[in-house]
């Protein structure tokens, strides 16, 4: 079945370590998108691709990374100079940016100890 | 900046009430409109959409329909279940490269039988 796949489900960290999450999809659509999600927040973006190698910084940017090495994977780091990263993490893609649809996948739970 | 505004919760009804939940926009041209669900602790699904002036998206007995004269894609289901229990989101995606999609804050629906 085609659709995106992020691992792990859960993650715990302690402070001060980097943490990479993991978003693959198999529905052969260009763009990907990572959005944070916090009580009451709703969805902030993080960085979003519409290529292999592009990547541009989205709402929140700072104290992230991501890379954009194959069409189907879109990793993000959590960097240790992100304040407050406990939160939880979803990545996204569509067919191309701009107005179509994006299909989510089940995200991923980050608690930073 | 473009940007979409839909009412605070949470909504609280009984089995089988009418729902309303508001949702205005503010952008530059003709963006497309969505409606995404979100259970607890998994991703967003996409309920429904419309992609221009007048259109009406359905699915699951839920409708919206995209007005361009009051800027707004309420959400409306004429009976609830307590399967709709969830978190709503309203989605705007502007039409031009170089964008994702801007998400509203959510809305809380609690259904109770």
């Known amino acids: 079945d085609g659709g995106i796949t992020q691992s792990p489900k859960y993650l715990f960290r302690k402070e001060g370590q980097n943490v990479t999450l993991s978003c693959e999809q198999n529905?052969?659509?260009?763009?990907m998108y990572w959005y944070r999600q916090d009580p009451g927040q709703g969805l902030r973006l993080i960085y979003y691709s519409q290529i292999v190698n592009d990547f541009q910084k989205g709402d929140i940017a700072e104290g992230y990374s991501v890379s954009r090495e194959k069409k189907e994977s879109f990793p993000l780091t959590v960097t240790s100079a992100q304040k407050n990263p406990t939160a939880f993490y979803l990545c996204a893609s569509s067919l191309r940016q701009g107005g179509t649809e994006a299909f989510f996948g089940q995200g991923t739970r980050l608690t930073v100890v | 900046g473009d940007s979409v505004t839909q009412m605070e919760g949470p909504v609280t009804l009984s089995e089988e009430a009418f729902l309303t939940i508001n949702c205005t926009y503010t952008a530059t041209g003709y963006p497309s409109l969505f409606w995404y669900v979100q259970y607890p602790g998994e991703g967003l699904q996409l309920l429904l959409k419309?992609?221009?002036?007048?259109d009406k998206g359905s699915n699951k007995g839920f409708e919206a329909t995209y007005r361009k004269e009051t800027t707004s894609f309420h959400l409306e289901k004429g009976s609830v279940q307590v399967s709709d229990s969830a978190v709503y989101f309203c989605a705007l995606g502007p039409n031009q490269a170089g964008t994702a999609l801007i998400f509203g804050k959510g809305t809380t629906l609690s259904v109770s039988s």
């Open positions: 529905l052969n659509h260009d763009a």
């Open positions: 419309a992609t221009k002036a007048d």
